[in-house]
């Protein structure tokens, strides 16, 4: 069982940043034994996938709409994955949801494939 809290949502400005920080607290499994992975939900659109990182954080895989603007990090000492955005844009106007899946890295991009998710972030981004 794994309990996921988003934090870090917010208004900024078209062109700002945010660090959004996911915190999850395991039972049963340590938190590196879980492939971590983001993504959002805007109003009126299905949820996509944003981004994902391995158990040992060395693998990522990113959205095409934010590859090279967001990075995905994870703290297994610490039980974080982060997801810093920059040159933020009105269309990553979305709710954030961390989620947690036991299996590897094989459909990691579909929100099905996820075993736990958290609550959400709003994140708001103005032209």
């Known amino acids: 069982q794994v309990q996921l809290v988003e934090s870090g949502g917010g208004l900024v400005q078209a062109g700002g940043s945010l660090r959004l920080s996911c915190r999850a607290s395991?039972?049963?499994?340590?938190?590196?034994?879980?492939?971590m992975g983001w993504f959002r939900q805007a109003p009126g659109k299905e949820r996509e996938f944003v981004a994902a990182i391995s158990r040992g954080g060395g693998s990522t895989a990113y959205a095409d709409s934010v590859k090279g603007r967001f990075t995905i990090s994870r703290d297994n000492a610490k039980n974080t994955v982060d997801l810093q955005m920059l040159s933020l844009k009105p269309e990553d106007t979305a709710a954030y949801y961390c989620?947690?899946?036991?299996?590897?890295?094989?459909?990691?991009?579909?929100?099905?494939?996820?075993?736990?998710w958290g609550q959400g972030t709003q994140v708001t981004v103005s032209s």
């Open positions: 989620a947690a899946r036991r299996a590897g890295w094989t459909g990691i991009a579909y929100n099905d494939q996820y075993n736990y």
């Open positions: 395991a039972s049963g499994r340590t938190f590196s034994t879980y492939t």
